[in-house]
């Protein structure tokens, strides 16, 4: 019994791992399981980010001009402040931010309108073709 014991301790204090745990499929799944989760989010990503574009190219060429240039969505300049964008336009920095707030406003209620159409659509089954 003490031979048994002695050789458990050092079997759990050594470095290598298949001896610890015996389950080396199950650890290198999980690094490429991680690796897809990440391949996966920077598909979602692209994905939102021109969903995002597109429902922000439906806004009035101002609020357009607004959210794009305070969030830095024009990937060729960079973010402004809000008392810039208002010395740009010639407004005030507290008007800028109530344009600002209608036309996330305004995004907000695309982007559900665009969702619940989508699920609409899902959830729709498709009409079969009628040959006349």
């Known amino acids: 019994m003490k031979n048994f014991a002695r050789d458990r301790a050092e079997q759990l204090t050594r470095r290598d791992t298949r001896v610890l745990t015996g389950q080396e499929e199950v650890l290198s799944s999980v690094g490429s399981r991680e690796a897809t989760d990440a391949i ?4 979602d990503a692209a994905h939102l980010q021109s969903d ?4 922000i190219d439906e806004l009035p060429a101002r ?3 607004l959210v794009t240039s305070h969030y830095g969505l024009d990937q060729t300049k960079p973010a402004l402040s809000l008392s ?6 010639g407004i005030t920095k507290a008007r800028v931010r109530q344009l600002e707030a209608r036309a996330l406003r305004k995004l907000r209620l695309l ?6 159409n989508l699920q609409k659509a899902a959830a729709t089954p498709p009409r079969p073709a009628v040959n006349i």
Do not use: F, H, Q, Y
């Open 40 to 43: 996966a989010d920077t598909i």
């Open 52 to 55: 995002l574009l597109s429902v």
């Open 63 to 65: 609020e357009r001009e």
């Open 84 to 89: 810039e964008i208002g010395d740009k336009m």
């Open 111 to 116: 982007l559900e309108s665009r969702r619940d």
